[in-house]
C-alpha cells in the first residue's frame, strides 16, 4: 500500500481516501463517489480496528462483510483497497497512541472512554500508510471528524479532512452499520431521533435560541418514544463543541439514544434563519 502511495504522489497525482470499518452502506459510497469528483486515484481501506471498542463493547459481533464491500468498492472503480490484519497493525510491542486532549472526553468520549484515542490513534497510521491529499469522513461522526481534522492540523499533517454529508433511509434514520442489529419494531422506532433533530432546527429557524429549551424539546419527543433510551441530547458549538447557551451561529444537534441494546447517534448542524448550515465546513 505503501508503494502504491508512493508511485502516486511521484506522478503528482491527487491521492482521495475514504477508511472504513467495511460493512459498507450507501453513506460509505457516497464518501467514494465525493472524492472521485476531485482526486484521482481514490483509496479505501476496511479495518475493524479494536482500539476504538471498550470492553463491553460490540467489537466481537460488529459486522464483517469482506467480500461483499470488496465488491461494492471494486464496482465503484476504487484504485486499491487496504485490507490489513490487526497484527499488521498492531505488531507485538505496539505501546503508541495519539490522543486529541479536552474534546476527546466529552460526549461520546465520556461514554466510551479511549474510544477517540483508538480513533485518532488508527487514523494517523492509515494516513501514513496511503499518504492521502484529501481524506473523506461522513458527518455522522461529527465530533470524531472533527477530532481528526484538529489531529491533522496538530501535526502539520500534509491532509485535508473533507466531510461529506449524511446519509439517510426514508424515514430520516442516519445509514449506520449498526442499523443491522435492531430488531423491526426497533428500527421502526429509531425514525424518532430524525424527527426530534427536524423539531429543534425548525424551532430555530422559527426564533427560538436558548439552547436549553432546544435541548429539552430533543428529550421530550425522543422520550415519547417507548423503546428509545437517552444516553445523550445536547446543543454544541459547531467548532468548539462547547456547550451553548443561546444559538447565535451554527451549531451541531448532537444525540446518542439506545434502542434496546443498540446505540445509534445522530446529529444535525442547525443554524439561525439567517444562516446556511448545510454549506458550513470545519474552520481550521
Keep these: 500500500m505503501k508503494e502504491i502511495a508512493r508511485r502516486a504522489r511521484s506522478e503528482q497525482r491527487i491521492i482521495g481516501f475514504v477508511p472504513t470499518m467495511g460493512a459498507l452502506h450507501a453513506g460509505h459510497l457516497s464518501l467514494v463517489a465525493y472524492a472521485m469528483q476531485n482526486c484521482d486515484p481514490v483509496f ?46 498492531y505488531p507485538p510491542g505496539f505501546s503508541t497512541s495519539v490522543n486529541v486532549e479536552g474534546l476527546s472526553d466529552r460526549l461520546e468520549g465520556r461514554t466510551r472512554p479511549g474510544h477517540f484515542r483508538g480513533v485518532t490513534t488508527v487514523v494517523l497510521k492509515l494516513f501514513e500508510i496511503v499518504q492521502p491529499h484529501f481524506a473523506y469522513f461522513g458527518r ?13 492540523r496538530d501535526l502539520n499533517l500534509d491532509t485535508q479532512i473533507v466531510l461529506g454529508s449524511i446519509v439517510r433511509e426514508e424515514d430520516g434514520l442516519a445509514m449506520s452499520s ?22 429543534a432546527r425548525d424551532a430555530l429557524r422559527a426564533g427560538e435560541r436558548d439552547a436549553l429549551q432546544l435541548q429539552q424539546l430533543l428529550r421530550r419527543i425522543i422520550e415519547s418514544e417507548p423503546l428509545a ?56
Excluded at 140 to 149: C, E, G, V
Excluded at 185 to 191: L, M, P, V
Excluded at 241 to 268: H, K, S
Aim: hydrophobic fraction near 45%; include cysteine.
Design 44 to 89: 479505501t481501506s476496511i479495518f475493524v480496528n479494536p482500539k476504538q471498542f471498550g470492553p463491553q463493547e460490540d467489537f466481537a459481533k460488529y459486522p464483517r462483510t469482506t467480500e461483499p464491500d470488496a465488491a461494492k468498492f471494486g464496482a465503484a472503480r476504487v484504485a486499491a483497497l487496504f485490507l490489513p490484519e490487526v497484527a499488521e497493525m
Design 178 to 199: 449498526r442499523n443491522a442489529y435492531l430488531r423491526p419494531e426497533e428500527r421502526k422506532a429509531a425514525a424518532v431521533l430524525h424527527r426530534a433533530l427536524e423539531a
Design 229 to 284: 433510551r437517552i444516553d445523550y441530547a445536547e446543543i454544541v458549538d459547531e467548532q468548539s463543541f462547547e456547550p451553548v447557551v443561546r444559538v447565535a451561529r451554527p451549531c451541531y444537534a448532537l444525540l446518542a439514544v439506545y434502542l434496546g441494546q443498540t446505540r445509534l447517534i445522530d446529529n444535525m448542524l442547525i443554524a439561525p434563519a439567517t444562516d446556511d448550515a448545510h454549506e458550513l465546513t470545519f474552520d481550521l
Design 140 to 152: 455522522k461522526d461529527a465530533q470524531q471528524a472533527r477530532l481528526i481534522a484538529i489531529m491533522a
